[in-house]
């Protein structure tokens, strides 16, 4: 059965540092997605990995996927407050189109 | 706005009653989704439709759980003789047709959500 882990489960980061949230999954998959999800808030889509080696920027966020470390990372560079949320990844299977979401990465970042 | 809408978003309800939420995928996306999820926790798969039919539907879905989409438009998901336990979010998701085989994202698109409180 496919396990989706994400570390660290919490980060608290002071404004204008770089982190690194880790995605990983016990199967193969080459479909990797990333989420973000404010309080009380649904989910909002921020990346669609789907090839070994994908890189997607956007603004202060990259991600990456290595489908053969079965592994992806969310890169935050220069944080501020407002990237302050939790942060999902899910893993899609063949055969099936439902995710599997990993634990999430509730991330605070300090003015 | 036509993005995935839910309704209610909010229901407080007594053990043991039941319970329907309805889901309007996008327009023209052919598959909708179904996930739980609870406080702290990542969104859990329930069950999902292509069109009108149900093709998968996760062991954490018991027999007081049913979803339907009658004409592969919106979706309905009941709960019956509601448990504390069953308390969450049901978030619910809709993704495109495929236009090229094998070229797809099936990228989900999430609704609001619909929160609910089992007293």
């Known amino acids: 059965e496919l396990k989706v882990e994400q570390n660290p489960l919490f980060l608290s980061m002071q404004e204008g540092k770089n982190y690194t949230i880790y995605c990983n999954y016990s199967?193969?998959?080459?479909?990797l997605y990333w989420y973000r999800q404010d309080p009380g808030k649904s989910l909002e889509s921020l990346f669609v990995l789907l090839s070994n080696g994908a890189v997607k920027q956007e603004g202060r966020l990259m991600a990456s996927l290595d489908t053969k470390a079965r592994l992806s990372t969310l890169h935050i560079t220069a944080a501020v407050h407002d990237l302050s949320a939790t942060y999902f990844c899910?893993?899609?299977?063949?055969?099936?189109?439902?995710?599997?979401f990993g634990t999430g990465t509730r991330l605070k970042v300090l003015a | 706005d036509t993005g995935v809408s839910q309704d209610p978003r909010h229901k407080i309800t007594k053990r043991g009653q039941n319970v329907t939420f309805r889901c309007d995928p996008i327009?023209?996306?052919?598959?909708l989704y179904w996930y739980r999820q609870t406080l702290g926790q990542g969104p859990e798969f329930l069950t999902y439709f292509q069109n009108e039919a149900q093709l998968e539907k996760s062991r954490l879905l018991s027999d007081r759980f049913s979803a339907e989409r009658p004409k592969g438009s919106f979706s309905t998901l009941e709960i019956q003789r509601t448990e504390q336990g069953d308390s969450a979010m049901y978030l619910c998701?809709?993704?495109?047709?495929?236009?090229?085989?094998?070229?797809?994202?099936?990228?989900?698109?999430f609704g609001p959500g619909t929160r609910l409180t089992v007293l």
């Open positions: 899910a893993v899609i299977t063949s055969g099936t189109y439902k995710y599997i």
């Open positions: 199967t193969t998959s080459d479909r």
């Open positions: 998701a809709s993704s495109p047709k495929l236009t090229r085989p094998g070229l797809a994202s099936n990228e989900q698109f």
């Open positions: 327009s023209e996306h052919n598959r």
